[in-house]
């Protein structure tokens, strides 16, 4: 049995650094990097996904020997496409679109796997029909079905969202008590406002990025980083995060009208992959054990901080009970709260 259930996507992660370093055929996937980041806090953490024929059985035996409950992983009968690939231009931006040329710009040769990318989540953004691999209600229904007890969290990474759309609803009916949401870059579009506006009405806890809520208002923002909050928390979520990237977060909590500006915390940054999926898991887990937005937040700052220094989710794991409190500890003293 899971506390924390995290769905989401496994992928085989195809990768460029800012500084031309290029990482081929890894382990990857928001399911796992946001379940990495919830096991920093709490011991049962699961994983609802769906994987192909062709994904890795020796990753997911991985995952089971460390601890983490796959029992939600929907094995399909045919081959599915789990490759992603992203190029970043900086820490804080990247592109995960046409790989030839930015392997031609580091003169690399382009991997025969990446032939014919043509990004990670074709279909996501349509609410009428789900991909492959996208999460279904029965999905956590088949899980449920063999599961001891009822997960008490669970998160929703970047994935389709008909996936986010549905699986709050069937979540709540199943008796699960918190949901929380990562909407994704392909959902955060003006076109499916009334889509996002439904997963707001479902979930307790709202997390995109910057750069996704700047594209959802497009040129009519209603104001800075803390009036967006407060806007996505007045159609639904109690508890808003707006993830800022090297910047830190800000948290909200709408109930008591209180919101706190949190750094990052310094650390040597090798790969930013999965650091705001990291984040939402640590924020899950912490959530589960205590229902205060400033806590959850630190939580979720500490595994992304572990998250950005090494490639692959479970890089996050290496971090040892006295950094994780040092870094919690700083993160305490270094929050702000804001009016």
Not at 2 to 10: D, I, P, R, S, T
Not at 96 to 119: I, K
Not at 288 to 297: F, K, S
Not at 300 to 324: D, H, I, N, T, W
């Amino acid at each position: 049995m899971a506390e924390v259930l995290c769905c989401g996507g496994l992928r085989v992660d195809y990768l460029i650094t800012a500084r031309g370093e290029p990482h081929l055929g890894e382990m990857g996937g928001n399911a796992l990097y946001a379940a990495c980041g919830a096991r920093l806090w709490s011991e049962s953490v699961g994983v609802l996904a769906r994987a192909g024929a062709n994904y890795p059985a020796a990753w997911l035996a991985t995952l089971a020997a460390r601890g983490f409950d796959v029992r939600g992983v929907r094995r399909l009968p045919y081959a599915c496409d789990h490759r992603t690939f992203y190029a970043y231009l900086d820490d804080n931006t990247r592109d995960d679109t046409n790989p030839d040329a930015h392997f031609a710009r580091w003169g690399l040769p382009l991997p025969e796997a990446l032939q014919g990318y043509v990004h990670s989540t074709p279909g996501q953004d349509d609410p009428h029909h789900y991909e492959p691999l996208a999460v279904r209600p029965e999905d956590l229904e088949h899980y449920l079905a063999v599961a001891e007890l009822v997960p008490h969290v669970l998160h929703i990474a970047p994935i389709s969202i008909r996936t986010q759309q549905h699986l709050p609803k069937a979540a709540r009916a199943a008796g699960i008590a918190l949901i929380s949401v990562d909407p994704g870059e392909r959902a955060m579009r003006p076109a499916l406002r009334s889509f996002v506006e439904e997963v707001l009405a479902e979930a307790d806890a709202f997390l995109p990025s910057w750069q996704e809520v700047q594209t959802f208002f497009g040129a009519n923002p209603p104001g800075d980083v803390l009036r967006c909050a407060r806007w996505f928390a007045e159609r639904g979520p109690r508890l808003v995060v707006i993830k800022l990237g090297s910047a830190g977060a800000v948290a909200y909590d709408h109930r008591h009208k209180r919101a706190w500006q949190l750094p990052a915390v310094p650390t040597t940054v090798v790969d930013v992959t999965g650091a705001g999926d990291a984040f939402c898991g640590g924020f899950a887990a912490a959530l589960a054990r205590d229902d205060d937005v400033l806590q959850a937040a630190i939580c979720g700052a500490v595994s992304a901080s572990f998250a950005v220094e090494g490639y692959s989710p479970l890089a996050v794991l290496r971090a040892s009970a006295a950094e994780k409190q040092h870094r919690q500890r700083w993160l305490v003293e270094n929050a702000r709260a804001l009016s």
